[in-house]
């Protein structure tokens, strides 16, 4: 089946420092998804990337739709410790959502 | 707009009861809703999608025996979990498509049951 492959599963850093984090997979899809799940809440969705190629910010967010349609990544700008959470790549087909295995960003004081 | 609720948020169960979970979509009419299943520090993963006036349509391993859907408006889909076991305490998160908006998903806070 269908499976995500999200990078690195967790990082800690320091507050103010960029972040960076990716998600391949072995099959195309049309709609990469970025989302992001606080403890005991549902995910709430950050970007949206419909085209390969397609470069996408949100605020302090960037992501990118890979050209070979096989991957995407996130990027986090200049961390605030809100930004502690987990994050879940997610690639759309058009019947379901398939997510990765998230990452889970740490925020040292 | 946009928002999808689920009702309870908490729900602690004895083993061998059933345990129903609503998910309502507020502001918008949804013709599909899916229900996800998340244990701790794990991902979501897609129980059953589940069509406004059909038959629920199962990811495969799960039991639609045990865990009834139901969607019978266009705003509210139910989730019974029956006969749950200690195994089935989990993170109930569903999710809803907009008639309108083909493509987004709307997901909502999520339910958490623990059955004892």
């Known amino acids: 089946g269908q499976q995500l492959n999200q990078s690195p599963q967790s990082m800690f850093i320091q507050e103010g420092e960029d972040v960076s984090m990716n998600c391949t997979s072995s099959?195309?899809?049309?709609?990469w998804l970025w989302y992001k799940q606080d403890p005991g809440e549902g995910p709430v969705l950050l970007i949206a990337?419909?085209?390969?190629?397609e470069l996408t910010s949100n605020g302090r967010l960037t992501a990118q739709f890979g050209i070979t349609r096989k991957d995407s990544f996130l990027n986090i700008s200049a961390s605030i410790p809100s930004d502690v959470g987990i994050y879940f790549c997610a690639g759309q087909v058009p019947d379901k959502i398939i997510f990765g295995k998230g990452t889970r960003l740490h925020i040292l004081p | 707009g946009a928002v999808v609720s689920q009702h309870p948020s908490r729900v602690i169960c004895k083993s061998g009861t059933s345990v129903k979970i609503e998910c309502r979509s507020l502001?918008?009419?949804?013709?599909?809703m899916f229900w996800y299943r998340q244990f701790p520090k794990q991902s979501l993963m897609l129980m059953a999608t589940?069509?406004?006036?059909?038959?629920?349509?199962?990811e495969q391993g799960v039991e639609k025996d045990k865990f009834l859907i139901n969607h019978a408006s266009l705003t509210l889909s139910t989730l019974t979990v029956t006969s749950a076991h200690p195994e089935d305490s989990s993170f109930y998160i569903c999710?809803?498509?907009?008639?309108?908006?083909?493509?987004?998903?709307?997901f909502g806070p999520g339910t958490r049951l623990t059955v004892l």
């Open positions: 502001d918008f009419q949804a013709t599909t």
């Open positions: 999710s809803a498509r907009d008639r309108d908006s083909y493509n987004e998903q709307f």
């Open positions: 589940s069509n406004e006036g059909s038959k629920a349509t199962y």
């Open positions: 990337l419909y085209k390969a190629g």
């Open positions: 099959s195309i899809f049309n709609t």
